[in-house]
DNA sequence: GTCTATAGAAGGATAGAC
DNA sequence: GTCTATCCTTCTATAGAC
């Protein structure tokens, strides 16, 4: 497996790994032109002719260090697991998780990044989106219909409630996050910007006979 | 009211016009890394001295330039403006020019610059934060509340309300616009969307007593 | 105010020794 | 593979003439 896939360094070399992990907290928290091969191999104890004998440019570095963020960043199946309680219970929980996760400032520093430059670099966005939206609009839709399947809610087009279900946990604070606009989102704001999405989303999709 | 503003030329110097737009088309195509004042110089057909004689710093060139865009990009009056017809006309109208406009190359390209770089200026988050977000969360609250005074609509909180609705118009589409991922929206795909955004609105603070 | 020319620094990438 | 030292380009910013 690792003898296919061209990112993995066969699992062997420690100077490879320090250069990723450096570059990784670089190009998330300054972005592509505000970091110089120089701070990497810097931050990383290397000389940056092991930094170009790993990587063949700064291009490169950039774009495998990102892609495999994307890869890695997101834990759905974690976030999707919302079983036992009633389905406003179920739904609340889930919302919280998703919406936290949104406002990590690790998520931010990432999609800052890839929307940054995904203009330059098409894999990015593309990566980004399939790993993120793609994917969470994939499980969540399944789970949702799962639940329309339990007679809980009435879904004629589970993918699309999905995405509205996420799109109105971005409301309100999501703006302000990305654009780093304070003050910070408060455990209260999230609370009630989940509930107010999850009573909207009820009132549209919840099955008549269940309550 | 011209003397008071730092921004304006005092609107007497062409060469500085010709800056500014020239500026303004770089910044928000390539981001603030990858342009250069000799690019901006050339495209405005000035020397750099006379672009440094202006402004005193890229710095200051880039921050006075995405500032004024995002002041200038948002005419939310214009969009905002739905009567006449029965609610679900008007906000499907609403919803279409919205949606339109947040998909427009020219405001996703002011939209990923000032993502990339509110970072390093607050003062882009902000800017683009107060015309855009916030100036749409007032306008569209206060038509709602005035909906709900008619009797058409039942809406506890306008403005938690308006961001939903925007919130649901950004399900699906937007997220591949912002990241360029492939194929392009197109205007059934729009229809779609704006048309599940209305009804799940709808569904959640359509005033029981109206159709 | 505007130009030409250039200073001074920083960045990406490489040569050559080990 | 890894280092030191360096090349070459590009960039921001300025000096000085007009």
Do not use: N
């Not at 990784?24 to 990383?44: C, N, P, Q, W």
């Not at 919280?96 to 949104?102: G, N, T």
């Not at 406002?103 to 990015?124: H, I, M, N, Q």
């Amino acid at each position: 497996m690792s003898a296919i896939d061209p990112v993995r360094p066969e699992a062997g070399s420690p100077k490879r790994q320090l250069i990723l992990d450096a570059a990784a907290i670089l190009f998330t928290a300054h972005g592509y032109g505000a970091v110089s091969m120089d701070a990497i191999a810097r931050s990383a104890g290397v000389s940056k002719a092991t930094l170009y004998a790993h990587f063949g440019s700064k291009d490169q570095l950039f774009a495998t260090i990102i892609t495999e963020a994307c890869h890695a960043m997101f834990d759905w199946p974690g976030a999707m697991s919302a079983d036992g309680a009633d389905l406003r219970t179920a739904l609340i929980a889930l919302g919280q998780r998703v919406l936290r996760f949104f406002l990590e400032d690790g998520t931010l520093a990432l999609y800052r990044v890839v929307v940054a430059e995904s203009a330059r670099f098409p894999e990015l966005g593309r990566a980004f989106y399939e790993s993120g939206p793609a994917t969470g609009r994939r499980l969540l839709g399944a789970w949702l219909a799962e639940q329309a399947g339990a007679g809980r809610l009435r879904v004629p087009d589970p993918p699309l409630a999905a995405e509205q279900f996420v799109a109105l946990l971005r409301a309100g604070l999501y703006f302000r996050a990305t654009l780093g606009v304070p003050p910070a989102p408060t455990q209260a704001e999230i609370d009630t910007t989940v509930a107010a999405a999850v009573d909207i989303f009820l009132a549209a999709y919840a099955h008549p006979r269940a309550g």
